[in-house]
């Protein structure tokens, strides 16, 4: 009954873009934080970016600043991550959250995950 349903990711080439979406039930969605994290091979899974749900404000890894947006479609239930200039150490499972806490101190619901590879 609560599901986060992550889609956009693929194979693109470095310096290409890709688009991820994160569908939400609205008991999901509405009053939560949104953001998107990530986990590469060996890695540990890492913070990109969030926002809010009130005043939808952003937040970024420095990693991403600069080359990721984040944005939320209210009426859609959905959150967005525009992702340009991709680099192949962006290559990773990126999960979508939902957190009660505005700067998504804890992550309260995740999504399965979407891959996405940059080739060099």
């Known amino acids: 009954q609560v599901q986060l349903v992550e889609s956009g990711g693929g194979l693109v080439q470095a310096g290409g873009s890709l688009r991820l979406s994160c569908a939400a039930s609205?008991?999901?969605?509405?009053?939560?934080?949104m953001g998107w994290f990530r986990q590469a091979p060996g890695k540990e899974r890492e913070f990109v970016a969030r926002?809010?749900?009130?005043?939808?404000?952003?937040g970024y890894a420095d990693s991403v600043k600069g080359r990721f947006t984040i944005s939320r479609d209210n009426a859609k239930n959905t959150v967005y991550l525009q992702m340009n200039s991709l680099k192949p150490e962006d290559t990773a499972v990126y999960y979508c959250?939902?957190?009660?806490?505005?700067?998504?101190?804890?992550?309260?619901?995740w999504g399965q995950g979407t891959q996405v590879t940059v080739s060099s």
């Open positions: 959250a939902a957190s009660r806490s505005n700067i998504m101190l804890v992550q309260h619901y």
């Open positions: 926002i809010s749900w009130v005043g939808s404000i952003t």
């Open positions: 609205e008991r999901t969605f509405k009053n939560y934080a």
